[in-house]
């Protein structure tokens, strides 16, 4: 039962179409399977914290007023950077994805974990699967198990969106990318203003 929940609980996170999720296609269109990889990494990275957080009993810390705005203050100031970036100039890369240096893997790493990991909605969301695994089951094992099998359902979907992503950018000639990239920016700087519109707006 455990596995069964750990999978729909995965699964349902498909629903929830954030920032990351355009990061990451938008690093696979332009870099390669690779790249989008490394941003999958630290995406699932991310998720791993908050779930340690969770089960280490950090949920009461991380719904202080003052640390969500700190998180979304911070994490809306990422958001609109790149969303500018992409919106300005939307560059298409020149880097074969075999030649992809590890320097540059490691940043797409760290602003895959970064975009994921400041947005207090994935606290809220990871905080919302432990609460509910711990009504479900009786034991922390089961827990456990259902948030590990979540987790890797995540992974793994990550991983499709990469691959499926440069694969479709191969047919989409180089000024269509650059359109496609200045409408990532754009959703990217109005999940910004979301952000600090629900946070500071009190």
């Known amino acids: ?38 941003v999958a990494l630290g995406i699932i990275v991310g998720d791993i914290i908050c779930v340690l957080l969770a089960v280490y009993g950090f949920g009461s810390f991380f719904e202080q007023p003052e640390i969500q705005k700190t998180f979304a203050g911070i994490g809306g100031l990422l958001l609109f950077f790149f969303g500018v970036k992409y919106v300005l100039k939307p560059q298409i890369s020149t880097i074969h994805t075999d030649k992809i240096k590890g320097n540059t893997l490691f940043k797409y790493f760290i602003n895959g974990f970064l975009i994921n ?70 959703i990217m700087i109005a999940f910004s203003i979301r952000l600090f519109f629900e946070y500071f707006n009190n």
């Not at 929940?5 to 349902?12: A, H, P």
């Not at 179409?17 to 990451?24: E, N």
């Not at 259902?146 to 992974?155: C, E, N, P, Q």
């Not at 990550?158 to 000639?173: G, P, Q």
């Open 117 to 186: 990991f400041i947005n207090p909605f994935v606290f809220a969301v990871w905080f919302g699967f432990y609460t509910l695994n711990t009504s479900k089951f009786e034991t922390e094992t089961e827990v456990i198990i259902s948030l590990i099998i979540t987790l890797g359902v995540i992974f793994s979907t990550d991983i499709l969106k990469a691959i499926f992503a440069h694969k479709l950018s191969k047919f989409i000639k180089p000024e269509k990318l650059k359109t496609v990239f200045k409408v990532f920016g754009a």
């Open 1 to 38: 039962m455990a596995i069964l929940t750990g999978i729909l609980l995965g699964l349902s996170t498909l629903l929830f179409i954030g920032p990351v999720f355009f990061y990451l296609l938008k690093i696979s269109i332009e870099s390669g399977t690779k790249a989008g990889f490394s």
